[in-house]
């Protein structure tokens, strides 16, 4: 029985790896991408229920004009790299809503709020791209699907592979609700590791550069976050880089960036 959990096992690791576009780096991903749209899309439909939308204004208007000009630019890149099929899984969406947080939130499929508070500190369409940039490449890496599938796995160990297997979309929603739904103030949706929120500045910055936008404010707007910030949390307490690693982070990977994508 055991020799059968450890093949099994390997046989399904193997069959769940990917890699992500952009950076190639290989991730292991258990669950369909049917299975996270379904779950996350719950979730956010129940969150926009109750969400004080924005849809007049400046603010508002940005948000959809820069999300709409980076998703364009996304799905180019998807056509371009043999990754069409990846396109059906989006339903892009861009919203503005009431809140004070400086902060922005994805969900698997495209769907993307910004809170008006982050507008605070937004002074121009670059500077908002970068954060919609941010949002979207979580998006497109699959990081949902990942930090998900990693939690099946944390869950159920070796039992994924006899019944959470079997009946994977019980298991899947069970983990899921946990996952997207625990939550305090709004249920805020998934808490990615550091290693997804370091991917995804990189992959951000490739694709507003892609779509037109001024990668170099990238450095001054996370300065500015910093600035906002009241009290820092360690690094190796939180799920995203610190403000010193990921300015630095960002200013040695700009030259390359503008260089092999950059008009």
Known sequence: ????????????????????????????????????????????????????????????????????????????????????????????????????????????GGKIVVYDGLMNIVSSDDELA??????????????????????????????????AVSNKSAAVQQVANSVYGVGAQYGVMLPFSRKHESEADYMGLILMTMAGYNPDVAVKFWQKMSASSSGQVPEFMSTHPSDARRISDIQKELPAIKQKYGK
């Not at 508002?60 to 998703?71: D, E, L, P, Q, T």
């Not at 371009?80 to 004070?100: A, M, P, R, T, Y």
């Not at 490449?137 to 949902?144: C, E, F, N, P, Q």
Request: net charge positive.
């Open 1 to 108: 029985m055991k020799k059968w959990v450890v093949y099994a096992g390997a046989l399904l690791v193997l069959s769940g790896c990917s890699s992500v576009p952009l950076t190639g780096r290989k991730q292991l991903l258990l669950v369909s991408d049917q299975e996270v749209l379904s779950s996350s899309l719950t979730q956010y439909t129940e969150y926009m229920k109750t969400a004080k939308k924005e849809t007049s204004g400046k603010d508002a208007s940005m948000v959809v004009r820069v999300g709409k000009k980076i998703a364009a630019a996304t799905e180019r890149y998807l056509k371009q790299n043999g990754l069409q099929d990846e396109i059906k899984n989006f339903s892009w969406e861009f919203n503005l809503v009431k809140d004070n947080q400086i902060n922005a939130f994805c969900m698997p």
């Open 130 to 163: 970068v954060v919609l940039g941010h949002e979207v490449a979580h998006a497109i890496a699959k990081h949902s699907n990942e930090r998900l599938s990693q939690q099946v796995m944390a869950q159920y160990g070796a039992q994924i592979l006899g019944a």
